[in-house]
């Protein structure tokens, strides 16, 4: 079976650009979370849905970043005029229904900002 | 000072030792604590969870958490060249938002 899959797995733009990232999550997950990994660092949460539900962006760092999830299955992180602190590994992951799942991630998308 | 403490490392080790892991929280709030192994590269991977204080095993892995000190550690016996990786804790409470808290990892090696 398919895991979690994201697009592109490498993305290099130039500062000021926006980009967007892609997620497909588990087929049959409900639950879908965006963490950010810096060089080094362990995953920081960004935000997560339920479904369509977008019900915690909490940790989304900036009014720069915004994430959608318009028919509850695949979701897109986009991040408008990018800078050079955004360069980080952007992980997702989905968990399946029901309470207190475990969560399984994608490889995520590599972002280097020029 | 961060919710989730981890000693990044590295850590070097024999093939064939007994290998601990460590992390120490401050939220009492959590009750689920996981561990992930995460190569190069790749996205983590899900080793064990618990709920609440305890051990659970599997195979060459044990988790325990210790609630009272805030507590977790993952034991690897028999470590092999291919448990070289970086190990992440993670937790999160119960009820309310299922974001999971991090640990910075540690780096692991296990020489041949």
């Known amino acids: 079976g398919a895991g979690v899959s994201q697009s592109p797995r490498y993305k290099v733009a130039k500062r000021g650009q926006d980009v967007a990232l892609r997620c497909d999550p588990i087929?049959?997950?409900?639950?879908l979370f965006w963490y950010q990994q810096a060089l080094g660092q362990g995953p920081e949460f960004l935000t997560y849905?339920?479904?369509?539900?977008?019900?915690?962006k909490s940790g989304l760092p900036s009014d720069r970043f915004f994430a959608e999830r318009p028919e509850g299955s695949v979701s897109t992180l986009k991040i408008q005029r990018t800078q050079q602190e955004d360069s980080a590994v952007y992980l997702c992951?989905?968990?399946?229904?029901?309470?207190?799942?475990?969560?399984?991630f994608g490889d995520g998308t590599r972002l280097s900002i020029l | 000072q961060k919710e989730v403490e981890q000693d990044p490392g590295p850590l070097s080790v024999p093939e064939g030792a007994i290998v601990s892991l460590n992390c120490t929280y401050s939220?009492?709030?959590?009750?689920?604590f996981m561990w992930y192994r995460q190569y190069s590269r790749k996205g983590p991977e899900l080793l064990m969870y618990?709920?609440?204080?305890g051990n659970k095993e599997d195979g060459r892995f044990t988790a325990q958490v210790d609630k009272s000190s805030k507590y977790i550690s993952l034991f690897i016996r028999d470590s092999q060249p291919s448990d070289s990786a970086t190990y992440l804790c993670?937790?999160?409470?119960?009820?309310?938002?299922?974001?999971?808290?991090f640990g910075k990892g540690t780096k692991l090696t296990v020489n041949p």
């Open positions: 992951a989905s968990s399946a229904p029901g309470p207190n799942q475990p969560q399984h």
């Open positions: 993670a937790m999160r409470a119960q009820g309310g938002s299922e974001k999971l808290v």
């Open positions: 849905f339920q479904n369509e539900a977008q019900l915690d």
């Open positions: 087929s049959g997950h409900v639950s």
């Open positions: 939220n009492s709030a959590f009750q689920y």
């Open positions: 618990t709920y609440s204080s």
